[in-house]
């Protein structure tokens, strides 16, 4: 298990709706996981079957199937 571990958060500015306020930081997550090479470890509290957990799962298999 990597011990370097990275919180992937920006800094919020400007106005965000409430239900989007997550999409900076679902941006960085699939953005980190396009560019993983070996390995992914992901730690989410909740894992929703809304626009942004497809988006994260759909990034987590495209990793997959780069064999990573």
């Known amino acids: 298990m ?5 919180l992937l958060h920006p800094p919020l500015t400007g106005s965000f ?4 306020v997550a999409d900076p930081t679902f941006d960085l ?3 980190e996981l396009e560019k993983a090479r070996e390995s ?3 730690f ?5 079957s809304d626009e942004a957990g497809t988006r994260v799962g759909e990034a987590v ?4 199937e780069r064999g990573v």
């Open 2 to 6: 990597n011990t370097n571990c990275q």
């Open 29 to 31: 997550v699939v953005a």
């Open 17 to 20: 709706p409430p239900e989007r």
């Open 40 to 42: 992914v470890e992901i």
């Open 44 to 48: 989410m509290y909740v894992w929703r």
């Open 61 to 64: 298999l495209a990793a997959a």
